[in-house]
T-cell receptor
Framework: EDQVTQSPEALRLQEGESSSLNCSYT??????LFWYRQDPGKGPEFLFT???AGEEKEKERLKATLTKKESFLHITAPKPEDSATYLC??????????????FGSGTQLTVLP | GAVVSQHPSWVICKSGTSVKIECRSL??????MFWYRQFPKQSLMLMAT?????????EQGVEKDKFLINHASLTLSTLTVTSAHPEDSSFYIC????????????FGPGTRLLVL
């Protein structure tokens, strides 16, 4: 069974204080790993897709990296508007043509001004 | 690009009534759409996978007669909660898989359902 574990559950940072969120996964063959951002009362917003170990993607203050067992979402010099819940999801090679995602429970990030 | 809309954004209904939620991909075609349910402070729980022109595939524990899904076109899927009860109150979110674009799912803004 595919599993995704995110840590920490919650993270409070001061504005400008860089940090990393972790996503550990167990999957029978990784097709893709996805990062989403979710604001309260809204649907998840797509951030990145990573496909193979060693791959990195960047967008503004965010950088996602991938190893064979985990992914990190690095946040550099965060701002209060980066406050949100960050979700990690995996897509397994065995997910068939539908390509279902298995989500982690998320990390709730709060950036204080 | 890759915008997904949901309608309505919130709905309040009486117990026993049925509620229909629409999910539309506005600027791309989606042969596959997904319906999720999310409880407060929890992650997304996949309810069913909807394929255009065919029957939906439901996850274990999800009643297909309770949650009717129709995917009539490449841009529209609907979820109907039949004979809704207070325990069906939740945040329902759809997503659409953009074919040929790295297999990514794009999510709608969600529909908040409150059953009284």
């Amino acid at each position: 069974e595919d599993q995704v574990t995110q840590s920490p559950e919650a993270l409070r940072l001061q504005e400008g204080e860089s940090s990393s969120l972790n996503c550990s996964y167990t999957v029978s063959g990784l097709r893709g790993l996805f990062w989403y951002r979710q604001d309260p009362g809204k649907g998840p917003e797509f951030l990145f897709t990573l496909y193979s170990a060693g791959e990195e993607k960047e967008k503004e203050r965010l950088k996602a990296t991938l190893t064979k067992k985990e992914s990190f979402l690095h946040i550099t010099a965060p701002k209060p508007e980066d406050s949100a819940t960050y979700l990690c999801a995996v897509q397994a090679r065995g997910s068939g043509s539908a390509r279902q995602l298995t989500f982690g429970s998320g990390t709730q990030l709060t950036v204080l001004p | 690009g890759a915008v997904v809309s949901q309608h309505p954004s919130w709905v309040i209904c009486k117990s026993g009534t049925s509620v229909k939620i629409e999910c539309r991909s506005l600027d791309f075609q989606a042969t596959t759409m997904f319906w999720y349910r999310q409880f407060p402070k929890q992650s997304l729980m996949l309810m069913a996978t909807s394929n255009e022109g065919s029957k939906a595939t439901y996850e274990q524990g999800v009643e297909k007669d309770k949650f009717l899904i129709n995917h009539a076109s490449l841009t529209l899927s609907t979820l109907t909660v039949t004979s809704a009860h207070p325990e069906d109150s939740s945040f329902y979110i759809c997503s659409a898989r953009r074919v040929g674009y790295q297999e990514t799912q794009y999510f709608g803004p969600g529909t908040r359902l409150l059953v009284l």
